[in-house]
């Protein structure tokens, strides 16, 4: 597993949150309290279940709907433990898809993060129209920049997503 995972060019900002939930350190709800902080298990997206690293990544009603458009939904819907899920990513698909499967578990946590801090809550469009958020980073050690984008309607439903992996620098004006 571990060898084709470093043969997949992602970003190191990328690759660090991934393999802090494959080695179980992804701060998730579950995670801060087995480090003994006192917090609430309960996710705080959808607040339905706990936060595991599997469900913060797989299986939130958001997340789920990304892999559905990703990789045709759950293809292995018996596990609920991440590294399992990920060794069977691995084991399906392509190593372009791997990358594509990598980008977007670091833009699900990222939009997990967003909806925590409140600072940019997520929140309905009206009736027949679409919203489009974007959300991007840097990661000038690489020389690179990820973009992620999702389009959502007014019952919340994904209706595209995609991100972006750039090599490059971007000069970024502040005046
Ligand atoms: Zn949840």
């Known amino acids: 597993m571990w060898s084709k995972l470093w043969k997949l060019k992602?970003?190191?900002k990328v690759a660090h949150?991934?393999?802090r939930a494959l080695t179980e350190c992804l701060p998730t709800m579950t995670q801060l309290y087995s480090w003994y902080v006192p917090v609430q298990l309960t996710c705080p997206v959808c607040s339905t279940t706990e936060e595991t690293i599997f469900h913060a990544l797989v299986s939130t009603p958001f997340a789920t709907q990304c892999w559905q458009r990703i990789v045709g939904g759950n293809p292995f819907g018996s596990t609920d433990n991440f590294k399992d899920w990920f060794?069977?990513?691995?084991?399906t698909f392509s190593s372009e898809k791997c990358g594509e499967v990598f980008m977007f578990c670091w833009?699900?946590?990222r939009a997990r993060d967003?909806?925590?801090?409140g600072a940019s809550r997520w929140a309905r469009p009206h009736v027949n129209i679409i919203k489009v958020s974007v959300d991007a980073s840097m990661f000038s050690k690489n020389n690179a920049y990820g973009i992620g984008l999702v389009a959502r309607d007014s019952d919340g439903e994904v209706?595209?997503?995609q991100t972006w992996r750039?090599?490059?620098t971007l000069l970024v004006f502040v005046p």
């Open 10 to 12: 992602v970003p190191s």
């Open 17 to 19: 949150i991934f393999l």
């Open 107 to 109: 833009a699900i946590w």
């Open 159 to 161: 209706i595209h997503a």
């Open 87 to 91: 060794s069977n990513i691995l084991a």
């Open 166 to 168: 750039i090599w490059g």
């Open 114 to 117: 967003n909806d925590r801090d």
